[in-house]
């Protein structure tokens, strides 16, 4: 073969080697982008100056995008908090969102991450779409799916709240969050709740049982106050493999402070109105053997007319002090073991001289209805003059103990 056929057959066999290079290039290229878009729709080809615009692409790096929930993960945790994140590029928005709308999220000052401020739900599926922007100035989408996991009601707290949304209350009354399953990480579920009140005042939880947390303030609320209880625990986990099933939001008011002041020693009570005097009314308060408790109760809730029968606290219907009464009228609850104020018009005789009751508090009719009529519940009576004492749990005994005491109950300490 001469020298020139030669050089020749080279110079064609080293095109063949570049346009395969550049053919492999194309296809390495496209494989990182197969996830992705370009919005600005622009076609690959050569250059006005006759160089490749493809090599040019080539020496861009490709935008990363990565998410702490993988693709088509099928079992998310509810507490997982999402985030994304990108390299090579900036991200311009983010967003998670399901049949019930978009989860809440927040992306870095830098553009370098976004992170969810929301919480997942279970049994849902979420799309995920980044648009994320390239050192070139090209905009990438990128999209992807998760389900979260499946939780049965079992798997779930529900709370209830005391007071009811826009109830105005007394000033004894403590909030009151009751759970349907227990929760056994109270200190994390704590960490998700909060009484804010204008004027502001101090207090603190502390839990009655595993279903059960009060917060109380620092000393009775001040009249007029307004309250909002935020219970953000959904999807929050409560230990035990149990989540929050909602979040709740409560506002409620507080009234005037209305304080009953009742000694059992000279039978009377004293009834005060923001500080003032309104009314003694003579009263009788539990015999011996049935001894009205001593200390500070709440008015739990009210009845125009209860049946009160003596064996739903514990006294047999053949004993001579049994009792079943159809109508007492103008009853108040003051303990869940059965004391109340009422009216007693068979008692009004010993009215402000002797104790003939078994163990509530009672006052003829007229006074019972004016008093009925001011009592809001949460409204507090202090009761003296027995060696008896009230209990922290036998109704909203909460200003049973003092705030120290009451604090050492909170999971935070």
């Not at 600005?40 to 493809?54: H, I, K, L, M, V």
């Not at 826009?166 to 709740?193: L, N, S, W, Y």
């Not at 004016?370 to 005994?397: A, F, H, I, K, S």
Request: hydrophobic letters at 35%; charged letters at 20%; glycine letters at 10%.
């Amino acid at each position: 073969m001469s020298t020139s056929r030669t050089h020749t057959f080279r110079q064609g066999r080293r095109l063949r080697r570049r346009l395969a290079g550049v053919a492999t290039l194309a296809l390495v290229t496209t494989g990182l982008a197969a996830c992705q878009s370009d919005s600005t729709g622009e076609a690959s080809g050569p250059a006005a100056d006759g160089s490749s615009s493809t090599s040019e692409a080539a020496q861009v790096s490709p935008v990363k995008v990565r998410s702490d929930v993988g693709g088509d993960s099928t079992a998310v945790p509810v507490d997982q908090r999402v985030t994304i994140s990108a390299s090579g590029g900036t991200l311009d928005s983010v967003t998670v969102s399901s049949e019930a709308g978009r989860l809440a999220g927040k992306l870095s000052s830098a553009g370098d991450s976004w992170t969810a401020s929301g919480r997942l739900e279970p049994g849902t599926d979420y799309a995920v779409r980044t648009v994320a922007e390239r050192s070139d100035g090209k905009k990438v989408t990128r999209t992807s799916r998760f389900h979260t996991q499946d939780l049965t009601l079992a798997q779930q707290t529900y709370a209830s709240v005391a007071p009811l949304q826009d109830e105005t209350v007394g000033v004894g009354m403590p909030v009151i969050v009751t759970f349907d399953v227990p929760v056994t990480d109270k200190a994390t579920i704590e960490k998700h709740m909060a009484v804010k009140a204008s004027p502001a005042q101090a207090g603190t939880w502390h839990w009655i049982s595993d279903t059960e947390v009060h917060w109380r303030p620092k000393t009775y609320w001040k009249a007029g106050s307004d309250v909002s209880v935020d219970v953000d625990i959904n999807s929050v986990p409560a230990g035990a493999g149990i989540y929050g099933q909602e979040s709740r939001h409560v506002d409620f008011h507080v009234g005037d402070a209305n304080v009953y002041k009742v000694d059992a020693q000279t039978d009377q009570m004293r009834v005060f109105q923001n500080g003032s005097l309104l009314r003694t009314i003579p009263i009788t308060t539990g015999k011996p053997g049935f001894t009205t408790r001593s200390g500070t109760k709440v008015i739990i809730e009210k009845f125009a007319s209860k049946r009160m029968n003596s064996e739903t606290v514990g006294i047999p219907a053949d004993s001579p002090d049994a009792y079943d009464i159809d109508d007492v009228q103008w009853a108040m609850r003051l303990t869940y073991s059965g004391e109340f104020i009422h009216a007693a018009p068979w008692s009004v005789a010993s009215q402000g001289r002797e104790n003939v009751s078994h163990g509530c508090t009672g006052m003829s009719d007229a006074n019972a209805k004016w008093l009925y009529d001011m009592t809001r519940r949460g409204d507090v009576v202090e009761y003296t003059g027995t060696d008896r004492p009230m209990t922290l749990t036998n109704g909203y005994g909460d200003w049973n103990d003092s705030f120290a005491e009451y604090r050492a109950g909170s999971a935070l300490g």
